[in-house]
C-alpha cells in the first residue's frame, strides 16, 4: 500500500495526461494478450510513466506499443528506480515519436521491482510489433520512462 501511494503522488499520475497504450499477441498469435491493459501517463516537464497489468487469472504474453505522443524526459545517463528523482529544468523533453536518431534509447524502470530495461524507441513505436512481455497471473509494471542520448 505504501509503494501504491508513493505513485499516486507521481505529478504525472496526478496533473498529466493519460492514454491508452496498444496491446496485440505475440507470434504464436495466442489470445492470452487480451488479458493485459496498458496505460502511459506523461506531463509537460518530461516525467513519463507506463503501467502494464495482467488483469487476470492465468499467465498472459503480447506486445505493447507506446503512442508517439507520450512525452519523455531526455537524459544523458540512466537513473535509479527510485521514487524520488525529480526532472531538473535544463533536461529537456521530447515526443517519443518525434526521436530522429534510429538508435535512440528508452530506459524503463520498474518501480515494483527495481529492474531496469532498455529499449530502442523504434521498438516502443511499434517495430516488430512493440515491446514483449511475459507475464505470471496478476503481475503488474509499472515503469519510469526516459529516453537516453549517447
Known amino acids: ?7 499516486l503522488k507521481r505529478p504525472e499520475v496526478r496533473d ?16 492470452s494478450w487480451m488479458n ?3 496505460h502511459c501517463c506523461w ?3 518530461g516525467h513519463a510513466m507506463m503501467v502494464v497489468v495482467n488483469f487476470g487469472g492465468d499467465h498472459s504474453n503480447g506486445h505493447v506499443v507506446i503512442p508517439p ?6 537524459r544523458s545517463y540512466p537513473i535509479p528506480p527510485t521514487m524520488n528523482y ?13 526521436v530522429q536518431n534510429a538508435a535512440a534509447e528508452v530506459m524503463l524502470n520498474d518501480i515494483w521491482s527495481h529492474e531496469s530495461y532498455t529499449r530502442e524507441a523504434k521498438e516502443l513505436l511499434g517495430e516488430h510489433g512493440g515491446m514483449w512481455f511475459d507475464m505470471k497471473p496478476w503481475q503488474t509494471h509499472v515503469f519510469d520512462l526516459s529516453l537516453l542520448t549517447h
Open 43 to 45: 506531463d509537460d516537464r
Open 36 to 38: 493485459m491493459v496498458a
Open 1 to 7: 500500500a505504501k509503494l501504491l501511494g508513493t505513485v
Open 16 to 31: 498529466g495526461t493519460w492514454t491508452q497504450c496498444h496491446t496485440s499477441p505475440s507470434m504464436d498469435q495466442n489470445p
Open 86 to 98: 525529480t526532472i531538473t529544468e535544463e533536461e529537456k523533453v521530447q515526443e517519443l515519436g518525434s
Open 69 to 74: 505522443q507520450v512525452k519523455l524526459g531526455i
